[in-house]
């Protein structure tokens, strides 16, 4: 699960070089895809390459009890709240928003696959502007070589189906999506105010 190789985008930083964001709140992602459990698989992920990146990363769980206490329970009912009561309840910098377009594993015939795949969006607090959006995937054949006989082919298959359900295979794969998502890197997001490397990109 190596990252690959892409073209980086061309993204216009001038927004996030103004806002100079110190401290990210990360809201509950919404979730598109069919697996009930993608938002907490993910939303457990992505704090670490945020704060790896130099930013103040409010702790997740304590951002989510804050909502529930308030009446807030589901994702999207969460990402409606306006941006000066984020700003109000929490005193981040910025809020960044994530969606979950696949997560979980699709069984085929002669194989069977782990994908998560989100895009997200960093929003200013005191603005409303959005400074950054990125998209990232991972998938759990990246580098596999399904060359073989049929029956070599099936039987991988069939071991692949029961690991994959026994266990959630996807929660690693998010992990390597949230890094390829939120890790700082060529159009990716900025080093933040902790990093050593703050001011170089």
């Known amino acids: 699960m190596a990252a690959c190789a892409a073209p980086t985008k061309k993204v216009d930083y001038s927004a996030f070089k103004a806002s100079k964001p110190r401290s990210i709140v990360v809201l509950p992602p919404l979730n598109k895809s069919l697996e009930v459990g993608a938002t907490y698989g993910m939303l457990s992920q992505v704090t670490?390459?945020?704060?790896?990146?130099?930013?103040?990363?409010?702790?997740v769980t304590l951002v989510n009890e804050t909502f529930q206490q308030n009446g807030l329970t589901?994702?999207?009912?969460?990402?409606?709240?306006?941006?000066?009561?984020?700003r109000d309840i929490?005193?981040?910098d910025a809020a960044l928003y994530i969606t979950i377009t696949?997560?979980?594993?699709?069984?085929?015939v002669f194989?069977?696959?782990?994908?998560?795949?989100?895009?997200?969006?960093?929003?200013d607090l005191r603005s409303g502007q959005t400074l950054w959006t990125g998209y990232a995937s991972a998938s759990s054949n990246e580098g596999n070589n399904n060359g073989g006989s049929l029956v070599g082919m099936l039987m991988?298959?069939?071991v692949k189906q029961i690991i994959n359900s026994s266990t959630d295979r996807s929660y690693g794969i998010a992990g390597t999506t949230s890094f390829r998502l939120l890790s700082a890197q060529p159009g990716g997001i900025l080093y933040g105010p902790r990093s050593p490397s703050y001011g170089t990109d």
């Open 48 to 59: 670490v390459p945020l704060a790896e990146a130099g930013y103040y990363v409010l702790p």
């Open 74 to 86: 589901v994702a999207s009912d969460i990402h409606d709240v306006p941006v000066a009561k984020l």
């Open 90 to 92: 929490f005193s981040a």
């Open 102 to 108: 696949q997560y979980g594993t699709k069984y085929m």
């Open 111 to 123: 194989d069977s696959v782990s994908i998560v795949a989100a895009n997200a969006r960093l929003v």
């Open 156 to 158: 991988t298959a069939v």
